[in-house]
């Protein structure tokens, strides 16, 4: 008994040893939390300075890294951006910088959403007007899902502080889970990536 004990152990320790050697854990976490896109991700996140890590993260969370990802209420794209919204967000852009949704249709707005590109564009740069704005990347996030006039609201009326430490109360509960998810994800990146 006391053998077969042993060599139990022993291959426990093996076992362990090899995973700490290989880096396993850290490999099957970089498959569970990939970074894809980097090429767009880095290129508009420096251009609107937002941490990609961030970004990476909001995309985990909104389409799992599917550009053609399609939610129920007509999110599209790598970061769910809707019609609406992205026609909004493409107003805020010099008309030098092509993005310009004026003349376009509801459908052709939602087509044009699937490019990975622009639409990493247009989510990078309305999650950088959201943190500008509310000055806390966790308002920004609950905005980002909820919207600001929900936001604006829930601060208004004490639910949330302005400085975003009590998103705890956020009365969502879709959009309290998301955002610390996010939260969550992000810190995952960091760890990962940030080296």
């Known amino acids: 008994m006391k053998k077969k004990s042993i060599i139990i152990i022993g291959v426990i320790i093996l076992i362990i040893a090899l995973l700490v050697i290989f880096n396993v854990p850290e490999r099957i976490l970089k498959m569970i939390y990939p970074i894809k896109y980097e090429d767009i991700v880095e290129k508009y996140s420096t ?11 909001i995309i985990k969370a909104e389409s799992n890294f599917d550009d053609k990802a399609t939610s129920s209420k007509e999110a ?3 970061m769910q951006l809707m019609p ?7 107003k805020t852009f010099d008309s030098n910088e ?7 249709s509801k459908e052709e707005i939602l087509n044009k959403l699937l490019d990975p590109k ?20 966790e308002l920004a996030l609950v905005a980002y899902n909820a919207g600001s006039g929900n936001v604006d609201n829930w601060i208004e009326q004490g639910i949330l502080d302005k400085d975003g430490t009590n998103i705890e109360n956020v009365p ?8 610390r998810k ?5 810190k995952i990146y960091q760890d990962l990536y940030k080296k």
């Not at 609406?84 to 493409?90: E, G, M, V, Y």
């Not at 092509?98 to 376009?104: A, G, I, K, P, T």
């Not at 622009?118 to 999650?127: D, P, S």
């Open 84 to 90: 609406n919204t992205a026609k909004d967000i493409a």
């Open 118 to 137: 622009l639409n990493i564009n247009l989510g990078t740069k309305y999650i950088s007007l959201l943190i500008n704005k509310y000055k806390s990347i």
């Open 172 to 179: 969502y509960k879709e959009t309290n889970n998301y955002v």
């Open 182 to 186: 996010i939260l969550r994800d992000y």
């Open 76 to 78: 599209k794209g790598l």
């Open 47 to 57: 251009k609107y300075e937002v941490d990609k890590y961030l970004i990476y993260a």
């Open 98 to 104: 092509e993005v310009n949704f004026e003349n376009l």
